[in-house]
């Protein structure tokens, strides 16, 4: 008998060292090897000087699934993957590892930055109602105090009942967590230069100029790409214009704030911050980020962590099932985007 034809397309897994080990479960193993040819256990970490059996298999590959880490894909790492038609990412941004040979190659992209931007907006979700109950400076004080206290006179004025809240950029992120706060009592302001006020008004929002959005809202949070027009989009004078006591929130990058202006504003106490990145993004060690009473300063823990992976890895493979069944990316990353995208 002739021997049978697998028409599995060959896939290679593209990222950093003990990468695929967090985002794999054994159950995406299963799956990887009943879509594709694959090994889903052979990893190429350098894919510009791969050992013999990387450089084998990214010479078959058809399909590369990259994570973070991810060896950036240039003329030459392209010239040693002949038959390769469609980049898979397992993760958010795709600048890192994209270069132009890709798009003149007409190579398909994917990303997972949409399933990346969930854990992301829930952590901002959180942000927002613990700021609207002043949650951080009744924890801190609580610690202080250690005994009966008049709570109720102290916290007047908090709350999340008709509050205003002020989402800078309708990212994936940003559109997110509209989404999240559309069961809340808040009124939501929006800005993104890119949005026409009927698409606003979609989302739930009302359009609103950068100074003004700053100016009426008991919370903003950050949530537009880091380009070099959006470097400290968020600067001095937008955060004077934020009334006393309000909160800034920040799971975007650290370079869209204006560090040195937000510590003035933090340390005189009239401000306080939920932030999750920083410029650069691991402080100094003598940062006074760190123990400022009004901060709640997080490592960069707001996007997909332990479990959160899986979602990422469950969206690459379900893009893979698309591309093996002829089917267009639900996801798809076109390179005309890119100028706009994280």
Same mark, same amino acid.
């Given at each position: 008998?002739?021997?049978?034809?697998?028409?599995?397309?060959?896939?290679?897994?593209?990222?950093?060292?003990?990468?695929?080990?967090?985002?794999?479960?054994?159950?995406?193993?299963?799956?990887?090897?009943?879509?594709?040819?694959?090994?889903?256990?052979?990893?190429?970490?350098?894919?510009?000087?791969?050992?013999?059996?990387?450089?084998?298999? !990214?010479? +078959? #590959? %058809?399909?590369?699934?990259?994570?973070?880490?991810? &060896? *950036? /894909?240039?003329?030459?790492?392209?010239?040693?993957?002949?038959?390769?038609?469609?980049?898979?990412?397992?993760?958010?941004?795709?600048?890192?590892?994209?270069?132009?040979?890709?798009?003149?190659?007409?190579?398909?992209?994917?990303?997972?930055?949409?399933?990346?931007?969930?854990?992301?907006?829930?952590?901002?979700?959180?942000?927002?109602?613990?700021?609207?109950?002043?949650?951080?400076?009744?924890?801190?004080?609580?610690?202080?105090?250690?005994?009966?206290?008049?709570?109720?006179?102290?916290?007047?004025?908090?709350?999340?009942?008709?509050?205003?809240?002020?989402?800078?950029?309708?990212?994936?992120?940003?559109?997110?967590?509209?989404?999240?706060?559309?069961?809340?009592?808040?009124?939501?302001?929006?800005?993104?230069?890119? !949005?026409? +006020? #009927? %698409?606003?008004?979609?989302?739930?929002?009302?359009? &609103? *100029? /950068?100074?003004?959005?700053?100016?009426?809202?008991?919370?903003?949070?950050?949530?537009?790409?880091?380009?070099?027009?959006?470097?400290?989009?968020?600067?001095?004078?937008?955060?004077?214009?934020?009334?006393?006591?309000?909160?800034?929130?920040?799971?975007?990058?650290?370079?869209?704030?204006?560090?040195?202006?937000?510590?003035?504003?933090?340390?005189?106490?009239?401000?306080?911050?939920?932030?999750?990145?920083?410029?650069?993004?691991?402080?100094?060690?003598?940062?006074?980020?760190?123990?400022?009473?009004?901060?709640?300063?997080?490592?960069?823990?707001?996007?997909?962590?332990?479990?959160?992976?899986?979602?990422?890895?469950?969206?690459?493979?379900?893009?893979?099932?698309?591309?093996?069944?002829?089917?267009?990316?639900?996801?798809?990353?076109? #390179?005309?985007?890119?100028?706009?995208?994280?």
């Amino acid at each position: 008998m002739p021997p049978t034809t697998d028409n599995r397309p060959a896939l290679l897994l593209a990222m950093g060292p003990g990468i695929a080990d967090r985002l794999l479960h054994p159950r995406h193993h299963a799956r990887l090897t009943a879509l594709t040819r694959t090994d889903p256990h052979l990893v190429g970490h350098d894919l510009a000087d791969p050992p013999p059996g990387v450089a084998a298999a !990214l010479a +078959e #590959a %058809e399909i590369l699934l990259t994570c973070w880490g991810a &060896t *950036p /894909l240039t003329e030459e790492v392209l010239a040693a993957a002949p038959r390769l038609r469609a980049v898979v990412h397992a993760a958010g941004s795709v600048k890192h590892h994209l270069t132009p040979a890709c798009w003149e190659r007409g190579i398909a992209v994917s990303s997972a930055a949409a399933a990346n931007a969930l854990p992301v907006a829930e952590y901002t979700l959180a942000a927002v109602l613990f700021a609207g109950k002043r949650v951080l400076h009744s924890a801190r004080r609580y610690r202080v105090l250690r005994q009966d206290h008049d709570w109720l006179r102290e916290l007047d004025g908090a709350g999340n009942y008709r509050r205003t809240v002020g989402i800078v950029g309708a990212s994936r992120v940003g559109r997110r967590v509209l989404e999240l706060l559309r069961p809340f009592d808040w009124t939501v302001l929006l800005h993104d230069p890119y !949005l026409e +006020e #009927a %698409e606003a008004r979609a989302l739930g929002a009302h359009l &609103t *100029p /950068l100074e003004a959005l700053c100016a009426r809202s008991d919370v903003v949070s950050v949530h537009a790409p880091q380009l070099p027009t959006t470097r400290h989009l968020i600067g001095a004078r937008e955060l004077a214009a934020m009334p006393d006591g309000a909160t800034l929130v920040n799971t975007s990058r650290g370079s869209l704030v204006d560090e040195a202006a937000l510590l003035a504003e933090l340390t005189s106490g009239r401000l306080s911050a939920v932030l999750d990145v920083t410029d650069p993004e691991l402080p100094p060690r003598d940062s006074p980020l760190y123990d400022l009473p009004n901060v709640l300063l997080t490592p960069h823990v707001a996007g997909s962590h332990g479990t959160e992976l899986y979602r990422m890895a469950d969206h690459a493979l379900d893009e893979v099932e698309r591309l093996v069944h002829g089917e267009p990316f639900a996801e798809p990353v076109h #390179a005309a985007d890119l100028t706009r995208l994280a």
